[in-house]
T-cell receptor, first 109, second 114 residues
Framework: QQQVKQSPQSLIVQKGGISIINCAYE??????FPWYQQFPGKGPALLIA?????SEKKEGRFTISFNKSAKQFSLHIMDSQPGDSATYFC????????FGSGTRLQVQP | DTEVTQTPKHLVMGMTNKKSLKCEQH?????MYWYKQKAKKPPELMFV???????INESVPSRFSPECPNSSLLNLHLHALQPEDSALYLC?????????????FGPGTRLTVT
């Protein structure tokens, strides 16, 4: 079953702009909501994660916003850079990660 | 050392071959995972080992056989694969499996079945 729905499928942003990726989840029994970043030819790497009792978490240019009542969370990338061009996955799960469908971000110079 | 290594990087095998994928980590993690990732798709969980015991098998066909010889090593034995099994096979590890969202992934083995 699909536990998390992610959008958009792809995103093109100009350098310096804000990238926003959205996810909606179904099951409320998750302890963390992580985001993974994957560059071509590499395995995914943990970018940032949030607990469901927190509404926002910021690490550098990356911010997760969490809306528990709407069962939605989003990733904001401020001042997007060409080096941020990658595929981003939101995840849920308890004993194992379930990945969202992925968003391919392209930041144009 | 926060690295997960996987060998080989690339593998081409026929449908009648037997081959193995290898994964190694030296972070002292006690949970290890195999994922399958098709092009432009998210990773899909195949197996989870926790403290060297198989704890999750996501209904994977028996032509895929995992093995965890010790806490640092994870193998995936392949036999009689189908062309649709061609994919990137990712290994990951985490401190333990219960509630662990922080997984460290290797670069993967790109498998082509001819």
């Amino acid at each position: 079953q699909q536990q998390v729905k992610q959008s958009p499928q792809s995103l093109i942003v100009q350098k310096g702009g804000i990238s926003i990726i959205n996810c909606a989840y179904e099951n409320t029994a998750f302890d963390y909501f992580p985001w993974y970043q994957q560059f071509p030819g590499k395995g995914p790497a943990l970018l940032i994660a949030i607990r469901p009792d927190v509404s926002e978490k910021k690490e550098g240019r990356f911010t997760i916003s969490f809306n528990k009542s709407a069962k939605q969370f989003s990733l904001h990338i401020m001042d997007s850079q060409p080096g941020d061009s990658a595929t981003y996955f939101c995840c849920t799960g308890r004993r194992a990660l379930t990945f969202g469908s992925g968003t391919r971000l392209q930041v144009q110079p | 050392d926060t690295e997960v290594t996987q060998t080989p990087k690339h593998l081409v095998m026929g449908m009648t071959n037997k081959k193995s994928l290898k994964c190694e980590q030296h972070m002292g993690h006690r949970a290890m995972y195999w994922y399958k990732q098709k092009a432009k798709k998210p990773p899909e969980l195949m197996f989870v080992y926790s403290y060297e015991k198989l704890s999750i098998n996501e209904s994977v066909p028996s032509r895929f056989s995992p093995e965890c010889p010790n806490s640092s090593l994870l193998n995936l034995h392949l036999h009689a694969l189908q062309p649709e099994d061609s994919a990137l096979y990712l290994c990951a590890s985490s401190q333990d499996s219960l509630g662990s969202y922080e997984q460290y992934f290797g670069p993967g083995t790109r498998l082509t079945v001819t």
